[in-house]
């Protein structure tokens, strides 16, 4: 069974990088059955998709934050990893990791997320 | 992007209540619709896929409905364990969005 766990530093100052990374245990990074996703939620508020990465590095960003956002991955650790740059207020969220599981029938298939990280809160402030 | 609404954003149910939460979407996304729980704290867990696939482990007191752009979340007798927030999210096209999110409370 994956697991996820999300690590990196809780305060970030404003124009800074946000760097988190998610270790996965039980399944490879570098497994084409996986496609990787970074979502945040800001405090009290809704769920937003970051982006994924997936199958030999290939990306796929939310258009609203493509030009601040860098996924990545390291197979030789087993982790993949957010970048978020020029960082504002608005980016204080909790950010999780998690894996779009695909099930498949009578040759359509569907996409959920269905493995979470337990979140990660991120705050930024001077 | 495809944008999702919920509703209500909120509601209040006692235990052993019949609740439906409704999802709409922008555009028909046919059956690729999935179905969350979260609760205070913690990461939202997958409840239902493809619209109305129960997905492992789920209990069957909760099921998925609809198809294009109306669906809806029905927990068919609430238990003390149900009182969380219930999210929609598409994942018709590679921009994955979610629904606001509906809290559901106890009375």
């Known amino acids: 069974q994956v697991q996820l766990q999300e690590s990196g530093p809780g305060l970030v100052k404003p124009s800074e990088t946000l760097s988190l990374t998610c270790t996965v245990s039980?399944?490879?990074?570098?497994?084409?059955?996986?496609?990787w996703n970074w979502i945040r939620q800001p405090p009290g508020k809704g769920l937003e998709w970051i982006g994924y990465?997936?199958?030999?590095?290939?990306?796929n960003y939310n258009p609203s934050l493509k030009s601040r956002v860098t996924i990545s991955e390291d197979t030789s650790k087993n982790q993949f990893s957010l970048k978020l740059s020029s960082v504002t207020a608005a980016d204080t969220a909790v950010y999780y990791c998690?894996?779009?599981?695909?099930?498949?029938?009578?040759?359509?298939?569907?996409?959920?997320?269905?493995?979470w990280g337990q979140g990660t809160m991120v705050t930024v402030s001077s | 992007d495809i944008q999702m609404t919920q509703s209500p954003s909120s509601l209040s149910a006692s235990v052993g209540d019949r609740v439906t939460v409704t999802c709409r979407a922008s555009?028909?996304?046919?059956?690729?619709l999935n179905w969350y729980q979260q609760k205070p704290g913690k990461a939202p867990k997958i409840l239902i896929y493809a619209a109305s696939s129960l997905h492992s482990g789920v209990p069957s007191r909760f099921s998925g409905g609809g198809s294009g752009t109306d669906f809806t979340l029905t927990i068919s007798s609430l238990q003390p364990e149900d009182f969380a927030t219930y999210y929609c999210?598409?994942?018709?096209?590679?921009?994955?969005?979610f629904g606001g999110g509906t809290k559901v409370e106890i009375k």
């Open positions: 990465i997936y199958y030999s590095g290939n990306t």
């Open positions: 998690a894996s779009l599981g695909r099930y498949c029938t009578n040759s359509v298939c569907y996409d959920s997320l269905d493995i």
């Open positions: 555009q028909s996304i046919s059956r690729y």
């Open positions: 039980g399944g490879s990074v570098s497994s084409g059955s996986f496609y």
């Open positions: 999210q598409q994942s018709y096209n590679t921009l994955l969005t």
